[in-house]
């Protein structure tokens, strides 16, 4: 049954239909029960045109909702026409069925318009078809009432859900950077290892067969010692390499590195966006001839200052992101609206946050300033130069 229920969220027409079917049943029964043949055909002719169009209600709610409401008025207006001893449909519940879409999908603008509609058809009723005042007004307060909550419930509900995905998103990408950095630092210990014990040994190996030319014919025994010598240095630097490459096998395809860039500020933005963080980016000059190192850093730069106005600048938190590319250097600028509780970004547990930047930009050679501005901001602003 559970697999079933988060198959049929998947499928919208199909739960709409199996709505409007479930709701035509009812009227059917209704009509076996307590409307005389006579006027059989009427009902049921009604019955269908009342209940079908609740499966397209999400793809054209505007114009479900008015053709509902006409529909509605004219079953209600034939029915008295002919006589019906039972002129009101249970399939005329479609009416607060798409108040709710309306409220849900469209806008409460439109849900107004359509509640305003709606009560003028139920003053129509009761001045038409003369039905009784207090119970009439009653269950129709309730019903539309019912309705308007639900649909606001369900767009609260959404609307969280949409923020919760979009900020797993931010944490999922924050957590692959934090483990692409981790790979990127380990890989350049390798590099380092591997080339200390290259240099080494094939120095000593070079100099060790230097001194067993020149000693081979006048002193083997010395010559034999270099030799042998250079044998075990050969042998401990092909384990050592052995080892060395091992690892290096282990690393990531450089075709899955990210791009970074004017792409990769304008995803950063747009990533950041979706959680409810208000970002503008002003951007002057081109990022994309740039030294991927300088062009790293400036990425890095606003991905870490945009997560800790994320992180730090309380509610409904705005950001500006300026990046100016110069003839010697790029300046990086990021501010937010600070209306945090005044914690700065710091550095975290995983050698991150301020600290990060700092070593960061130190390591290209650039300046970073960090602080509260005299209006309350808080400010990142980092000079990169450009080699």
Not at 40 to 69: D, E, K, N, Q, Y
């Amino acid at each position: 049954m559970r697999r079933f229920s988060l198959w049929l969220r998947g499928q919208p027409f199909v739960a709409d239909a199996l709505l409007a079917a479930g709701l035509f049943v009812v009227d059917i029964l209704v009509f076996v029960s307590s409307v005389d043949g006579l006027n059989g055909p009427l009902f049921v002719v009604f019955s269908v045109v009342l209940t079908m169009p609740i499966a397209w209600r999400r793809r054209l709610p505007r114009s479900i909702a008015a053709l509902t409401l006409v529909t509605t008025l004219g079953s209600d207006i034939a029915g008295s026409l002919v006589g019906d001893a039972y002129n009101g449909h249970p399939a005329a519940l479609a009416l607060p069925i798409m108040l709710y879409t309306l409220v849900a999908y469209v806008g409460r603008v439109q849900g107004g318009i359509y509640a305003a509609a709606l009560a003028a058809y139920t003053a129509a009723n009761l001045y038409l078809f003369a039905q009784p005042v207090f119970t009439t007004l009653l269950f129709s307060a309730l019903m539309y009432a019912l309705s308007w909550v639900a649909a606001e419930f369900l767009g609260a509900r959404r609307a969280y859900d949409e923020a919760t995905q979009a900020r797993l998103v931010v944490a999922e990408y924050d957590r692959d950077r934090r483990a692409e950095e981790a790979v990127i630092t380990e890989r350049t210990r390798i590099a380092r290892e591997l080339h200390d014990v290259i240099a080494h040994s094939v120095s000593v190996m070079v100099v060790q067969a230097d001194g067993a030319s020149y000693a081979i014919r006048r002193n083997p025994d010395r010559a034999e010692q270099a030799v042998a010598n250079i044998s075990a240095t050969g042998r401990s630097a092909l384990a050592e390499l052995r080892r060395t490459v091992a690892l290096l096998r282990t690393s990531p395809d450089s075709d899955d590195m990210p791009q970074y860039g004017t792409a990769g500020l304008a995803r950063v933005v747009e990533m950041m966006g979706r959680t409810g963080l208000n970002v503008e980016l002003e951007q002057t000059g081109n990022l994309d001839d740039i030294s991927p190192a300088i062009s790293l850093g400036v990425h890095r730069l606003v991905q870490e200052s945009l997560t800790n106005v994320l992180r730090h600048a309380g509610h409904a938190p705005r950001a500006v992101v300026k990046v100016v590319r110069e003839e010697e250097a790029v300046t990086v600028e990021i501010s937010d609206n600070g209306t945090g509780a005044g914690a700065p970004p710091s550095a975290d547990g995983g050698g991150h946050g301020l600290l990060g930047m700092r070593e960061r930009v130190a390591v290209l050679g650039g300046t970073l300033h960090a602080g509260r501005t005299p209006h309350g901001n808080w400010l990142v602003r980092a000079t990169l130069p450009i080699e």
